[in-house]
T-cell receptor, first 109, second 117 residues
Framework: GQSLEQPSEVTAVEGAIVQINCTYQTSGFYGLSWYQQHDGGAPTFLSYNGLDGLEETGRFSSFLSRSDSYGYLLLQELQMKDSASYFCAVRDQGGKLIFGQGTELSVKP | EADIYQTPRYLVIGTGKKITLECSQTMGHDKMYWYQQDPGMELHLIHYSYGVNSTEKGDLSSESTVSRIRTEHFPLTLESARPSHTSQYLC????????????????FGPGTRLTVT
């Protein structure tokens, strides 16, 4: 079977740093993606890790450890606009995505 | 800028009606996908296509069907809508696999929120 686990919700204050973890059990793993979705909106791509290590894109970073079947998304200098749902997704070799249940991030002033 | 469009954005329809949800993209992407998402839940892949005349069922069983006659167009059809079909349907597209990081990204349309009464 295929499963991804991530926390259902996280709360943090503006300016803080937050880490959203994702563990997975899948067959045919090719990489881990992260998507952001604001309430009622379309998911938007944040990052992708195909190899172990850290990928940095502005305030967002993502990490992958294939041996531990684990990854995380790190959000720095949190802003109110970062309040959204964040999904990790396993990518298979054909490019299909299997999504986790999502983590709802609430940023407080 | 991603150019992927879905119509209608909202649809309320009675049980038993046939409906087609439209999805078009102007990026020339080979791969297209349909996802179903209930409020506060994850996205489930219901159909995908890797090119013209290629369609496959996804991981979540669905009574819908799809077609891919043109690269840019990937409509989803429900022959007889039921209340259990009430959900949001999201269409996405991506480039064919390459060494470019751009091929890892799926671009999503705004979604169609379907309510079957």
């Amino acid at each position: 079977g295929q499963s991804l686990e991530q926390p259902s919700e996280v709360t943090a204050v503006e300016g803080a740093i937050v880490q959203i973890n994702c563990t997975y059990q899948t067959s045919g793993f090719y990489g881990l993606s992260w998507y952001q979705q604001h309430d009622g909106g379309a998911p938007t791509f944040l990052s992708y890790n195909g190899l172990d290590g850290l990928e940095e894109t502005g305030r967002f970073s993502s990490f992958l450890s294939r041996s531990d079947s684990y990854g995380y998304l790190l959000l720095q200098e949190l802003q109110m606009k970062d309040s959204a749902s964040y999904f990790c997704a396993v990518r298979d070799q054909g490019g299909k995505l299997i999504f986790g249940q999502g983590t709802e991030l609430s940023v407080k002033p | 800028e991603a150019d992927i469009y879905q119509t209608p954005r909202y649809l309320v329809i009675g049980t038993g009606k046939k409906i087609t949800l439209e999805c078009s993209q102007t990026m020339g992407h080979d791969k297209m996908y349909w996802y179903q998402q209930d409020p506060g839940m994850e996205l489930h892949l219901i159909h995908y296509s890797y090119g013209v005349n290629s369609t496959e069922k996804g991981d979540l069983s669905s009574e819908s069907t799809v077609s891919r006659i043109r690269t840019e167009h990937f409509p989803l059809t429900l022959e007889s809508a039921r209340p259990s079909h009430t959900s949001q349907y999201l269409c996405a597209s991506s480039e064919r696999d390459s060494f470019s990081r751009a091929s890892y990204e799926q671009y999503f349309g705004p979604g169609t929120r379907l309510t079957v009464t």
